[in-house]
């Protein structure tokens, strides 16, 4: 990997190069939440943050989008390949685009997510966590890929990481000077008390046979408060699931197909043709979405957002520590 560094006072030119090559879109605060938006200037970003409202697989993958409109035999796909950037993604989340790009790109790839994805910048930032945050526990605190350019904050000056093609011929500009012994030291030093501030941890090991193994009263007291309204999935950085309908002219000769995020904590989600519903209760529902996050593979990456979002209090790692066994 190679290294510069950019000063702070610098980084609006910075921003200017990013602007010459797409939308920007940064976390920006809003009624009290942070949330990535589209910005035309620097200062409308909040450079420090602990997590938005929903993770940025939603320039990727929007929440609604019409895939495509037909009418009579003809069809036109609305493939976006337009440019833009990301700017500010923390390293859980940038390892939260990881595990959605092995979905969506591995074969059969999703060309609406890929042609997003190739045409995008992503600008790592240092983040500040908060007692929600256990990236540590699942191996996301620090991106080692998965973007363009990496900012460390060391203070007056980042030291920045490059991490593709793109990002380097950035790294050309004559604002960034060439990175030194001090800068990275610092940075690792930094790096440290920044780990050192999450204090919260979580073992993960044969987390799936816990789930599996958990026994039926367990169950109902771990999901008793739950709404099943959903949530939870919805501001999960790697959740996927999506539902496809056709949306038609009375005379059905026009129409749309639209894809919109899905949850599988919603009791439609596993209903199929002739009434049969596989995941009819919340129980099921729960111990599926576990599963999915820590069972077999791990891909939860610690950012938190389930917890602090839940509207019944249900918090994410206390219920994995109460399958353990370990709950305080
Ligand atoms: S957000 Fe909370 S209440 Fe809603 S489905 Fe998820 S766990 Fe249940
Ligand atoms: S399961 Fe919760 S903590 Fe883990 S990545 Fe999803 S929202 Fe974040």
């Known amino acids: 990997m190679r290294y510069a560094k950019l000063s702070k006072a610098d980084f609006p030119k910075l921003f200017e190069a990013l602007k010459g090559y797409g939308e920007v879109f940064a976390p920006v605060e809003e009624k009290g939440k942070v949330v990535f938006r589209r ?3 620097l200062k ?29 035999e003809t069809y036109t796909e609305k493939l976006d390949g337009k440019k833009a950037v990301l700017l500010g993604v923390h390293a859980c989340d940038i390892n939260g685009i ?6 969506f790109l591995d ?5 609406y997510y890929a042609r997003r994805r190739e045409n995008t910048l992503v600008i790592g930032l240092t983040c500040v966590p908060d007692k929600y945050c256990f990236c540590t526990s699942v191996g996301s605190g620090y991106a080692s890929s998965g973007f363009d350019l990496f900012l460390h904050d060391l203070g007056k000056e980042y030291l920045v990481r490059i991490g593709s093609g793109e990002g380097y011929r950035l790294s050309k500009a004559e604002y960034f000077k060439e990175a030194g012994e001090a800068e990275m030291k610092l940075a690792a030093k930094l790096e440290e008390r920044r780990k050192g501030r999450i204090k919260r941890k979580i073992n993960l090991a044969g987390m799936g046979d816990l789930i599996e193994t958990e026994g039926k009263e367990g169950w109902e007291e771990l999901t008793r408060k739950c709404l099943a309204c ?16 056709d949306l038609l002219t009375l005379d059905i000769r026009k129409g749309s197909r639209v894809r919109r995020w899905d949850s599988c904590m919603l009791k439609r989600h596993a209903l199929v043709a002739g009434g049969l519903n596989f995941r009819p209760t919340v129980v099921e529902r729960t111990l599926n979405r576990l599963s999915c996050k820590v069972g077999e593979e791990v891909r939860c990456v610690g950012c938190g957002r389930c917890t602090v979002y839940c509207p019944a209090g249900i918090d994410f790692v206390e219920m994995l520590s109460t399958i353990r066994g370990v709950a305080k």
């Open 98 to 103: 990881l595990k959605l790009d092995r979905v």
């Open 107 to 111: 074969a059969p790839r999703d060309e």
């Open 39 to 41: 910005v035309e200037n």
């Open 44 to 72: 409308e970003a909040k450079l420090e943050y602990t997590r938005t409202l929903l993770p940025p697989k939603k320039l990727f993958l929007p929440p609604e989008e019409e895939i495509l409109s037909f009418e009579g």
């Open 230 to 245: 959903g949530t939870c999935n919805l501001v999960c950085p790697t959740c996927q699931c999506y539902d496809v309908s």
